[in-house]
Structures are given as C-alpha cells and as structure tokens.
Nanobody
Framework: QVQLVESGGGLVQPGGSVRLSCAAS????????MHWYRQAPEKQRELVAH???????GYADSVKGRFTISRDNAKNTAYLQMNSLKPEDTAVYYC?????????????WGQGTQVTVSS
C-alpha cells in the first residue's frame, strides 16, 4: 500500500507564490516518476508538470517559466514551486507517482490540495 499526501495549498494573491509538497509513504522500493495534475471546476484534470527518477522534467505550456517541479528521492517527496500565479491557476492540485514496490509498478494518487489565486 502506498499513500501520497499533498500539502501547501491555500489562498494566494495574483502574482504571488506557493510551494506544494507531495510525500509518498508505504511499501516503496523506488519511485519512477512523479507528476502534478490540476483540475479546475467543470474542467478536465490536466498534467501540469512531471519529473522522472533521473531528474528530467516537463511542463504544460501554460506554466512554463512560472512553475518548477523538483524531488527529493531520499524523502520520496516531490515539490511544485509556483510563481507569478494567475487566477486561472486556481484548481485542486493532485500528485501522482509511479511507485515500484514488491508487488510491481503501480500508480498512486494523492487526495489533492486546493490552490486559490484571488485578490
């Protein structure tokens, strides 16, 4: 069993910054990739950023240059630094990880954390 717990969301003003964390725990041998998704009201969930075990990253065009994903492999934790936030960044942010355990490779989701960008 693998659990992902996000933290760091909240209310932030336009132009502000926030840092999200995603901590994985449980039966983990290693983590292949970690991803951040977001879902705004009445919209589909979309991929925001991802990072593989080697540290290579990718971003949605809408967040390039503003968001930075990173990870601490020793802590099984991923981070999303969000700068120059816009109202359209308002969403529930979810962490997803491909985890290798004794049972094989499995994808796991966190419960989500709300980020609201508003003055």
């Amino acid at each position: 069993q693998v659990q992902l717990v996000e933290s760091g969301g909240g209310l932030v003003q336009p132009g502000g910054s926030v840092r999200l964390s995603c901590a994985a725990s449980g039966s983990i041998r290693s983590i292949n990739s970690m991803h951040w998704y977001r879902q705004a009201p009445e919209k589909q969930r979309e991929l925001v950023a991802h990072i593989n075990s080697g540290g290579s990253t990718g971003y949605a065009d809408s967040v390039k240059g503003r968001f930075t994903i990173s990870r601490d492999n020793a802590k099984n934790t991923a981070y999303l630094q969000m700068n120059s936030l816009k109202p359209e960044d308002t969403a529930v942010y979810y962490c997803y990880a491909q985890v290798i355990s004794d049972g094989g490779i499995r994808g796991s989701w966190g419960q989500g954390t709300q980020v609201t960008v508003s003055s």
